[in-house]
């Protein structure tokens, strides 16, 4: 399967001002698999060793004179490494934060030797305190298989193609297929492992229960990587996203975690799982003006997990309601529309908010901005477009031009565009352009 990160490792491969690499990102999502692909692909041989699991780390990275580092991740890779021909990979760093501070020293003395870390925690590591080699590293965000490489994986490279032609005649001619692509899409997710055995045998029972395993497994990172006292309170958030999103206003509430739930108490879980990739924090604005972090407010805000399908296992939604019928645009209050959305974002590195007045009759499913303008983005899970909130924003805030994703098919207002959800990467990919 192909994923999209692999131009930016070519990228980085090819930069006379390579620094050692970093790519982050929640488990399971392909790290170890990206990383030893690309370097079976663009190097003459791989070196690789993992953290959790390779014996006498102790003596590969006893001090920091590179040189011996390397001749002993040599003797226990077992593969000759030499300068520009091998790929050095340096897997769950997060178990070893020796080998983390070991770039500095890499990016100081031996540019010549390509190095790739992968890390699931290293947002926990940062804050609990692990010398970091700011200025020394590269650093690169693995994500969930988006739509686009959802679509590559199912076979349809040539309507991926078709999307980002731009030809909106030929686009809706193809929609009922992107329909039925998204619907799959809705259930299978992009947790890799999933999309490859989807692929593979097309059984949607398989695929609910990799979900569950995959869910059971984070369960158990709860437990293992943080404070026993704060693994209630972190089953409880997480827990509470599903039903957070099903409400029509879905500012996350403390309250619906349990009565009487106050920031205080569940602040530090919520950070615990930003940090482990599991949930995506969205603020809200209280002025859609540039830069959006600036009016950014860090105690009011929605919570998103990693993937559709995730959040699809997490409320058992039948697979009939979301691959057969309707039910997947029109219930759940616009749950898995909006997680989609976001998630698609995420995966691009875009960053997103929400805007809200106080006393939140109008409000704004995100706000995104790229080099020079504020983007308004209203989601919209159905044919049924009618809105207020966007009518009175745009009134409020005339010079801007608004976003609208639906299932309806493109039509530029003039003063909003309509974009059909399964199109969201061609004005995703018109950001990037704008933005570089």
Not at 34 to 40: E, I, T, V
Not at 124 to 145: A, C, E, R, T, W
Not at 367 to 380: H, I
Not at 392 to 402: G, V
């Given at each position: 399967?192909?994923?999209?990160?692999?131009?930016?490792?070519?990228?980085?491969?090819?930069?006379?001002?390579?620094?050692?690499?970093?790519?982050n990102?929640a488990?399971?999502?392909?790290?170890?698999?990206?990383?030893?692909?690309?370097?079976?692909?663009?190097?003459?041989?791989?070196?690789?060793?993992?953290?959790?699991?390779?014996?006498?780390?102790?003596?590969?990275?006893?001090?920091?004179?590179?040189?011996?580092?390397?001749?002993?991740?040599?003797?226990?890779?077992?593969?000759?490494?030499?300068?520009n021909?091998?790929?050095?990979i340096?897997?769950?760093?997060?178990?070893?934060?020796?080998?983390?501070?070991?770039l500095?020293?890499?990016?100081?003395?031996?540019?010549?030797?390509?190095?790739?870390?992968?890390?699931?925690?290293?947002?926990?590591?940062?804050?609990?305190?692990?010398?970091?080699?700011?200025?020394?590293?590269?650093?690169?965000n693995?994500?969930?298989?988006?739509?686009?490489?959802?679509?590559?994986?199912m076979?349809?490279?040539?309507?991926?193609?078709?999307?980002?032609?731009?030809d909106?005649?030929?686009?809706?001619?193809?929609?009922?297929?992107?329909?039925?692509?998204?619907?799959?899409?809705?259930?299978?997710?992009g947790?890799p492992?999933?999309?490859?055995?989807?692929?593979?045998?097309?059984?949607?029972?398989?695929?609910?229960?990799?979900?569950?395993?995959?869910?059971?497994?984070?369960?158990?990172d709860?437990?293992?990587?943080?404070?026993?006292?704060?693994?209630?309170?972190?089953?409880?958030?997480?827990?509470s996203?599903?039903?957070?999103?099903?409400?029509?206003?879905?500012?996350?509430?403390?309250?619906?975690?349990?009565?009487?739930?106050?920031?205080?108490?569940?602040?530090?879980?919520?950070?615990?799982?930003?940090?482990?990739?599991?949930?995506?924090?969205?603020?809200?604005?209280?002025?859609?003006?540039?830069?959006?972090?600036?009016y950014?407010?860090d105690?009011?805000?929605?919570?998103?997990?990693l993937?559709?399908?995730?959040?699809?296992?997490?409320?058992?939604?039948?697979?009939?309601?979301?691959?057969?019928?309707?039910?997947?645009f029109?219930?759940?209050?616009?749950?898995?529309?909006e997680?989609?959305?976001?998630t698609?974002?995420?995966?691009?590195?875009?960053?997103?908010?929400?805007?809200?007045?106080?006393?939140?009759?109008?409000?704004?499913?995100?706000?995104?901005?790229?080099?020079?303008?504020?983007?308004?983005?209203?989601?919209?899970?159905?044919?049924?477009?009618?809105?207020?909130?966007?009518?009175?924003?745009?009134?409020?805030?005339?010079?801007?031009?608004?976003?609208?994703?639906?299932?309806?098919?493109?039509?530029?207002q003039g003063?909003?565009?309509?974009?059909?959800?399964?199109?969201?990467?061609?004005?995703?990919?018109?950001?990037?352009?704008?933005?570089?």
């Amino acid at each position: 399967m192909k994923r999209l990160l692999i131009n930016d490792l070519v990228k980085w491969k090819n930069n006379p001002n390579r620094k050692p690499l970093i790519l982050n990102g929640a488990r399971q999502v392909g790290k170890t698999w990206l990383l030893q692909n690309f370097g079976k692909e663009e190097y003459k041989s791989v070196a690789y060793i993992n953290c959790e699991r390779s014996e006498n780390l102790e003596f590969v990275f006893e001090d920091f004179n590179v040189r011996r580092i390397i001749m002993a991740i040599s003797a226990v890779s077992d593969v000759d490494i030499l300068p520009n021909e091998t790929l050095i990979i340096v897997d769950e760093i997060q178990d070893y934060p020796r080998a983390l501070t070991a770039l500095k020293y890499f990016c100081e003395d031996a540019p010549e030797y390509h190095v790739a870390v992968a890390g699931s925690l290293l947002g926990i590591m940062l804050h609990s305190g692990v010398s970091f080699p700011v200025g020394k590293v590269n650093m690169l965000n693995l994500y969930p298989m988006n739509f686009e490489e959802f679509l590559m994986a199912m076979g349809k490279e040539q309507a991926l193609h078709a999307l980002h032609s731009g030809d909106w005649k030929l686009i809706n001619a193809l929609a009922p297929m992107y329909i039925d692509m998204l619907r799959q899409y809705y259930y299978v997710g992009g947790m890799p492992a999933v999309v490859k055995s989807y692929v593979e045998n097309y059984s949607l029972m398989q695929v609910r229960e990799m979900q569950k395993q995959i869910l059971f497994d984070y369960s158990h990172d709860f437990s293992k990587h943080t404070v026993s006292k704060e693994i209630p309170r972190i089953n409880l958030v997480w827990g509470s996203i599903p039903s957070q999103l099903a409400k029509e206003n879905k500012k996350f509430q403390y309250s619906e975690i349990k009565k009487g739930g106050r920031a205080s108490e569940f602040e530090l879980a919520i950070q615990w799982l930003v940090d482990m990739g599991l949930v995506y924090k969205v603020q809200r604005i209280t002025e859609p003006r540039l830069p959006l972090n600036f009016y950014a407010q860090d105690n009011i805000f929605k919570l998103f997990i990693l993937d559709v399908g995730l959040l699809g296992a997490m409320m058992d939604v039948r697979a009939a309601d979301v691959i057969v019928n309707d039910d997947i645009f029109v219930e759940y209050k616009g749950a898995f529309t909006e997680e989609f959305v976001l998630t698609q974002l995420v995966s691009k590195d875009i960053p997103a908010y929400y805007y809200s007045t106080n006393d939140s009759q109008v409000e704004i499913d995100f706000v995104l901005q790229d080099s020079s303008k504020v983007l308004p983005v209203e989601v919209k899970a159905e044919e049924n477009v009618r809105s207020k909130s966007l009518k009175a924003f745009i009134d409020k805030y005339p010079d801007l031009k608004a976003i609208r994703f639906s299932m309806k098919p493109y039509i530029d207002q003039g003063w909003m565009e309509n974009i059909p959800l399964y199109a969201i990467g061609v004005t995703l990919l018109d950001m990037n352009n704008l933005s570089s």
